[in-house]
């Protein structure tokens, strides 16, 4: 049963993965994507922990079964939902900065490849998000971006309808779930370490779980360098020129008083 189960589990992270990759032939929207993150990583966790249950000689369908798997379930669909986001920005950021470099150059060119364009937004939720509230998003969901502009517009929207703290919300409803199944487990060392690990889940920059931030005996680094918000950065760009064409930006002294202005409110 435990070798069934994970065979299981590997086969939907393979299904789940390929749902990255544009275009897509399935429906836009945040239900789609959050289906996708519970088919990515949820089940994954989800069948370690109900494997777990299982060699600790409780029944399948027994109460503390259940439990360990709906604790996996939400707690990697939580992580997944903060990780896509994580990645998100930090990606939106690259391809920000990479703007920013061409309106210094003296040359007006500048040109981005379709991964550049596309990699940034719809990795995580907001644009699914987004694509609910505006429909005019969901070709861009499901196919790609066309140009630089259509990207910012996307960004614009995104801000307008608050997705990214929506989506925050999900994780957080997510990584409450998982601690609310510990309560089967009663109560011990065991549980509060697992609810730390939930709160650990959601946390931004989810520095607590990843390996580099801990020193040799095993405690906790806190990192000093900070990202900067990809919030920020669209919101220098805001004012930039809407309709810009693909690697094309006919108003760089417009636009470099805006990244000038986003420097100096963001020391």
């Known amino acids: 049963a435990v070798v069934e189960i994970m065979a299981g589990a590997l086969e939907a992270i393979m299904k789940g993965q ?13 239900e789609q994507y959050l289906r996708v993150v519970d088919t990515r990583t949820g089940h994954l966790l989800a069948a370690g922990c109900l494997c777990i249950a299982l060699i600790g000689g409780h029944k399948r369908d027994s109460e503390l079964a259940e439990a360990a ?3 996996g379930l939400n707690l990697g ?10 990645e998100t920005e930090r990606n939106y950021e690259k391809l920000l900065s990479k703007m920013q470099e061409c309106l210094q150059d003296d040359a007006l060119q500048c040109s981005f490849d379709p991964y550049e364009l596309n990699e940034p ?3 995580a939720g907001p644009l699914m998000y987004a ?6 998003l969901k070709d861009a969901a499901l196919n790609g971006f066309d140009d630089v502009g259509a990207l910012l517009r996307a960004r ?5 309808c608050q997705a990214v703290d929506a989506v925050r919300k999900m994780a957080a409803d997510r990584a409450e779930r998982a601690a609310g199944a510990l309560g089967s487990f009663g109560e011990g060392g065991e549980q509060a370490a697992l609810r730390a690990l939930c709160a650990y889940a959601i946390e931004p920059q989810q520095t607590r779980l990843q390996r580099k931030n801990y020193d040799k005996t095993g405690q906790f680094v806190q ?11 669209a919101a220098a760009l805001k004012d930039a020129k809407k309709g810009a064409k693909l690697g094309m930006f006919s108003v760089k002294e417009q636009v470099k008083e805006q990244f000038d202005r986003w420097r100096g409110g963001s020391k």
Not at 77 to 86: E, G, P
Not at 131 to 136: S, T
């Open 69 to 71: 798997y709906d604790f």
């Open 156 to 160: 614009e929207l995104i801000a307008e």
């Open 18 to 30: 390929m749902h990255l990759h544009r275009p897509m032939h399935t429906s836009a929207g945040m």
């Open 131 to 136: 694509a609910d509230v505006y429909p005019e």
């Open 223 to 233: 990192p000093t360098d900070k990202p900067k918000s990809g919030t920020q950065l």
């Open 77 to 86: 669909s939580a992580y997944q939902i903060t990780s896509d986001l994580r």
């Open 121 to 123: 937004l719809q990795r």
